[in-house]
């Protein structure tokens, strides 16, 4: 308790403090932080002109709110940044299991005090991290978890008959008051857990074992859904949704670059040891990924395509260049496309596909995916580049093997005899001629996976270029440039 605090009911009535709503608190502190402009929700992206205006309103309008959005949309993130509009500090009666204002009690506990202390009554001080509660919603919580129950043993302790309010062991909710109750999944609840819910927001009183008892909690109640469940019959009681104030959707980054600043802030890139250097061309392929997972009719759209899998990809991506890195003595390591390769298992496993999906398989759709995205990068930034000597290079028998363990220079010097590549990666700006070895090797294996996607060159499992199959022509036993993985 700070020091400078009032510490007893009677200094706090003579410190001019009253009391208010937590909504009219958070209220305040929001009109306080938008004259201010400060930000509202740190590390949120993409929000700025659609999700945050709404939750602004509704908590401008006092409104209990949902949050309906799909895996992977930052929800839970934003029900925690409500706790930044709360005060630093709140007064409440020292010993009250549901936070009792001083000058306006709700519990017995707290109404027996007063009258045998008076102003002498205790004061303890409850920092705003604590006025936060959380619950994920599972078929198996019950009303005692979220409402409370009657406790035997505090009974047989106090010498009090079961109906007498001092018995109950308070919930969840109750322990909440006067501060910011979250559920999440809502939809997950009981129906009898949901009617407890409404009845709490609407009429303000409880029910345990069957004892009526008046209780009057002062909370924001927020919630997080998918909205498929939300909507789905018998998934949520309709007296429950009538009585949540705003219903507000959260969606994917809407676009590339708003999904590279998210994927940069949350994926753990920076690694001791190894310097890392990861070409903004190989991050926009590892972001492309998610959003042609999002459109793809094989992958289950209602389940969603995560913010995490950008993210966990990434962090993989590093990890292979970093694993190669190491292996060669290297003291840098640049990720290239072929590490996006060695991160399909972030892939594959963060995908629920369709049947027709079920066909392809997990693996080579996440394969088709990566030569998507590397030939939506190269598309972008040099779209309409001539690639004929490129090509032709492969359809005279050609071939190229590019392995994941195989050094940056090594990789270079099999590039630089396909003829064209090297001038074409220069001319576009895909890499400067003055960029590190890896970056021009990333940048190479990024127009190779472009031409892949368009099915003028064929890459196989093993990392290996060459012409798409077809008839037998001219050139057909052309060699296989290939290179020792630990240097040129």
């Not at 129906?191 to 009845?199: C, M, S, Y």
Request: one cysteine or more; aromatic letters at 6%; hydrophobic letters at 40%.
């Amino acid at each position: 308790m700070s020091s400078s605090r009032p510490a007893t009911v009677g200094a706090l009535r003579d410190s001019g403090y009253a009391p208010r709503s937590v909504k009219s608190e958070i209220r305040e502190n929001l009109l306080r932080k938008l004259r201010a402009g400060e930000e509202l929700f740190p590390g949120v992206l993409g929000y700025e002109e659609t999700v945050v205006p709404q939750i602004v309103n509704a908590l401008l309008a006092r409104h209990d709110f949902i949050l309906l959005g799909l895996r992977g949309q930052a929800k839970s993130r934003i029900l925690r940044g409500l706790g930044g509009l709360l005060d630093d500090e709140m007064p409440v009666l020292a010993g009250s299991e549901v936070n009792d204002d001083p000058l306006r009690p709700i519990s017995k506990f707290a109404r027996e005090l007063l009258e045998e202390r008076g102003d002498d009554a205790p004061v303890a001080w409850v920092p705003r991290e604590h006025r936060y509660v959380e619950k994920l919603a599972t078929p198996d919580v019950t009303i005692a978890d979220i409402i409370g129950d009657v406790d035997p043993i505090k009974a047989a302790r106090g010498g009090h008959i079961l109906a007498d309010e001092l018995t109950i062991h308070f919930g969840l909710m109750p322990r909440a008051n006067r501060g910011i109750f979250a559920i999440n999944e809502l939809p997950d609840l009981s129906g009898k857990i949901q009617v407890g819910l409404f009845n709490v927001l609407q009429e303000g009183d409880v029910q345990v074992k069957g004892y009526p008892i008046r209780l009057p909690l002062d909370l924001l109640l927020v919630f997080t859904a998918n909205p498929e469940d939300y909507t789905a019959r018998g998934k949520i009681i309709t007296p429950l949704k009538d009585r949540i104030g705003s219903e507000i959707r959260t969606h994917y980054p809407r676009s590339v670059d708003i999904g590279m600043g998210v994927t940069r802030q949350e994926a753990w890139t920076k690694r001791s040891g190894v310097a890392i250097e990861t070409p903004e061309i190989v991050s926009e392929v590892v972001e492309r990924i998610a959003f042609l997972a999002r459109d793809d009719k094989r992958i289950d759209q209602r389940s969603g395509v995560s913010q995490r899998l950008p993210i966990t990809v990434l962090e993989m991506v590093v990890s292979n260049a970093e694993r190669r890195a190491l292996l060669l003595g290297e003291e840098r390591a640049v990720p290239r496309i072929v590490d996006v390769y060695a991160a399909l298992p972030a892939i594959t496993g963060k995908m629920e596909l369709e049947y027709e999906g079920e066909l392809h398989g997990h693996e080579k759709i996440g394969r088709e995916l990566i030569a998507a995205a590397a030939h939506g990068v190269y598309d972008d930034r040099a779209g309409g580049a001539d690639v004929d000597d490129i090509v032709e290079y492969f359809e005279q028998g050609s071939a190229l093997q590019v392995g994941e363990d195989s050094s940056a220079e090594a990789c270079l010097a099999g590039f630089s005899t396909v003829p064209g590549l090297l001038e074409l990666v220069h001319g576009v700006g895909l890499a400067a001629e003055s960029a590190s070895a890896g970056a021009k090797a990333a940048a190479c294996e990024l127009v190779l996976e472009a031409l892949v996607a368009e099915r003028r060159v064929t890459r196989t499992s093993s990392g290996s270029y060459r012409r798409p199959p077809h008839e037998d022509g001219p050139g057909s036993g052309g060699g296989m440039h290939t290179f020792d993985p630990f240097g040129p």
